[in-house]
């Protein structure tokens, strides 16, 4: 069983107890703590594993900046994507009103305290995704990334 949100005193948006800006390292031993078994824990970029979420199965992927290897975002998938409307109202009653950009997807966003706080929601044929992105530290990833040299790039 897992808590599905938390809030966090700094942002507004946290999942679980991973606080944005800890290091690959931290993160790793909070998850080995936590008793998850991880898929894949890759040094340089994301640690991935199974879970469970309203008890669904689902995949969560934690992700790093590529120079300084801090928590930058989380992305957490589920097969099913009759899931998304219930976290759908989940979200809605935790975060209040989203933005719904085009009413022909089911794509929903919930802004933060900041441009780049945001929980990105969507659903079709293929799955439910939930994206989960740490505010200042998904701004530093997309100031290291495009730091990088083409070559580089490849491997993210």
């Known amino acids: 069983f897992s808590v599905f949100f938390l809030a966090s005193a700094a942002l507004a948006f946290q999942f679980e107890d991973y606080q944005w800006g800890r290091s690959i390292g ?43 290897k801090v928590l930058a975002s989380i992305k957490i998938f589920f097969r099913d994507k009759n899931i998304g409307e219930e976290i759908k109202n989940l979200l809605a009653e935790k975060h209040g009103d989203f933005n719904q950009p085009n009413i022909f997807f089911k794509e929903y966003y919930w802004k933060g305290n900041s441009d780049y706080e945001s929980i ?37």
């Open 26 to 68: 931290e993160i790793r031993s909070l998850v080995l703590k936590k008793g998850k078994a991880p898929l894949r824990i890759t040094e340089d970029r994301f640690i991935k594993y199974f879970d469970t979420i309203l008890d669904e199965e689902c995949t969560i992927t934690l992700e790093f900046t590529p120079t300084s």
């Open 120 to 156: 990105v929601l969507n659903y079709d044929y293929a799955g439910t995704t939930l994206f989960y992105y740490g505010g200042v530290f998904q701004k530093k990833y997309e100031l290291e990334f495009k730091k990088l040299g083409e070559k580089e790039k490849q491997r993210f």
